[in-house]
T-cell receptor, first 112, second 111 residues
Framework: NAGVTQTPKFQVLKTGQSMTLQCAQD?????MSWYRQDPGMGLRLIHY???????DQGEVPNGYNVSRSTTEDFPLRLLSAAPSQTSVYFC???????????FGPGTRLTVL | GQQLNQSPQSMFIQEGEDVSMNCTSS?????WLWYKQDPGEGPVLLIA?????ELTSNGRLTAQFGITRKDSFLNISASIPSDVGIYFC???????????FGQGTRLTINP
């Protein structure tokens, strides 16, 4: 049982490049979320999903897309990276009906 | 968007001291959660609170769900070096599915 896994752990992009941050969980959790963490800002919700095929916007969704084709996977796409997207990105999952959220180890993204 | 106000933002203490931090909100929360984040890692859940007035302990950690349902505090007794990290409060607003996080309290301990 690996929990929540994220790849890559580190990434450097140039402005305008696109990429996908991968997130997977093997706990059969219904809820999955993406957060970004910036100094002094805590964790801000980007997008979340309450089940396969269902996604919704969080607090800071602009510049990011998500999809949830399976229960296990919840990739985050940056279509055209901008320096303002330099951050640490965390994926999280939790079972339906509970608030116990499990976080992945994070992806540190730098956009030059 | 909805925010939690967490204070203090940072704390510098001596080993063995007790620590107290809190979170407040203008909205009523159904659930309060406290997380700890070690450097380079994702946050890990420490304590979950589900009822107004609830007081829950996890070893040297104690957290309470405020009576008004708009605040919560976390206490750490007899701090040790491994307590260093960033502590986050999080809450679920009544009727919402999303969790809202505080800005974090960075704890530094001088040996």
């Amino acid at each position: 049982n690996a929990g929540v896994t994220q790849t890559p752990k580190f990434q450097v992009l140039k402005t305008g490049q696109s990429m996908t941050l991968q997130c997977a969980q093997d706990m059969n959790h219904e809820y999955m979320s993406w957060y970004r963490q910036d100094p002094g800002m805590g964790l801000r919700l980007i997008h979340y999903s309450v089940g396969a095929g269902i996604t919704d916007q969080g607090e800071v969704p602009n510049g990011y897309n998500v999809s949830r084709s399976t229960t296990e996977d919840f990739p985050l796409r940056l279509l055209s990276a901008a320096p303002s997207q330099t951050s640490v990105y965390f994926c999280a999952s939790r079972p339906g009906g509970t608030d116990t959220q499990y976080f992945g180890p994070g992806t540190r993204l730098t956009v030059l | 968007g909805q925010q939690l106000n967490q204070s203090p933002q940072s704390m510098f203490i001596q080993e063995g001291e007790d620590v107290s931090m809190n979170c407040t909100s203008s909205s009523i929360f159904n659930t309060w959660l406290w997380y700890k984040q070690d450097p380079g890692e994702g946050p890990v859940l420490l304590i979950a609170l589900y009822k107004a007035g609830e007081l829950t302990s996890n070893g040297r950690l104690t957290a309470q769900f405020g009576i008004t349902r708009k605040d919560s505090f976390l206490n750490i007794s007899a701090s040790i070096p491994s307590d260093v990290g960033i502590y986050f409060c999080a809450g679920q607003i009544q009727g919402a599915q999303k969790l809202v996080f505080g800005q974090g309290t960075r704890l530094t301990i001088n040996p």
